[in-house]
């Protein structure tokens, strides 16, 4: 699964821990959360299935093209902004196979997205 959008690795860590054999990739481009989502990663023990990696989603390794069955972003809209969703939109889809899971998270009210 790709996670576009760490936080504090709470998502990466609850699907990693519930899931059996699932492994999280997520992106951050706070240096302060990618060392929290590390660390609880680390502390609950899956380090080797939360990979957390300090990166834009628009520089994803080109190898990452298709590599994920899912791919999860919460509440993302603010930090992308409304005027680089169709970016994002795109980006997304790179990183996920075809036919497969998409979720998109976002609160908003009226006019904002």
């Given at each position: 699964m790709l996670e576009i959008g760490s936080?504090?690795?709470a998502l990466a860590i609850l699907i990693t821990s519930t899931i059996p054999?699932?492994?999280?990739?997520t992106l951050t481009l706070s240096?302060?959360?990618a060392?929290?989502?590390?660390?609880?990663?680390?502390a609950a023990g899956?380090?080797?299935?939360?990979?957390?990696?300090l990166l834009d989603y628009r520089n994803m390794p080109r190898?990452?093209?298709?590599?994920?069955?899912?791919v999860v972003s919460v509440e993302m809209v603010e930090a992308v902004g409304p005027e680089y969703m169709e970016v994002r939109g795109a980006w997304i889809?790179?990183?996920?196979?075809v036919?497969?899971?998409?979720?998109?998270?976002?609160?908003?009210?009226g006019g904002e997205v």
């Open positions: 936080g504090w690795g054999g699932t492994s999280v990739d240096t302060q959360q060392a929290l989502a590390r660390a609880r990663a680390e899956l380090a080797e299935r939360v990979r957390v990696h190898e990452w093209e298709g590599a994920f069955d899912r889809c790179l990183g996920v196979r036919r497969e899971c998409v979720l998109l998270c976002v609160c908003a009210r």
